[in-house]
Nanobody, 127 residues
Framework: QVQLVESGGALVQTGDSLRLSCAPS????????MAWFRQSPGKEREFVAG???????????DSVKGRFKISRVNTQNARNTVFLQMNNLKPEDTAVYYC?????????????????WGQGTQVTVSS
């Protein structure tokens, strides 16, 4: 089964920007609804952003609206590649960020809506 691979996590300072990337581990003809979640120690996995298959609609968690932007590439050679542009980062954004995908059409905001996941990438924002 296809898995997802995230990259781009780093240690940054408050107010900095960071761009995360996520791509399938192998080429696939299938199209996935894609999302980003994050999880910090002792907390549940939190929905950050999601995007429909054709990139016609995007959705965001309340804590990141206006600061984060999700986008995707849908070319034949980069199907299901997604990005998360994070601006004006805050210490509370510190977490492991996970990329998720599902063949369903709706952008779910809970982790159980997604069948495939990446291993996560650490984002740490220092104050």
């Amino acid at each position: 089964q296809v898995q997802l691979v995230e990259s781009g996590g780093a240690l940054v300072q408050t107010g900095d920007s960071l761009r995360l990337s996520c791509a399938p581990s192998e080429r696939t003809s299938r199209s996935y609804t894609m999302a980003w979640f994050r999880q910090s120690p002792g907390k549940e996995r939190e929905f950050v952003a999601g995007i429909t298959k054709a990139a016609t609609n995007t959705y965001y968690g309340d804590s990141v609206k206006g600061r984060f932007k999700i986008s995707r590439v849908n070319t034949q050679n980069a199907r299901n590649t997604v990005f998360l542009q994070m601006n004006n980062l805050k210490p509370e954004d510190t977490a492991v960020y996970y990329c998720a995908g599902d063949e369903g059409w709706a952008v779910g905001t809970t982790a159980d809506a997604y069948a495939i996941w990446g291993q996560g990438t650490q984002v740490t924002v220092s104050s």
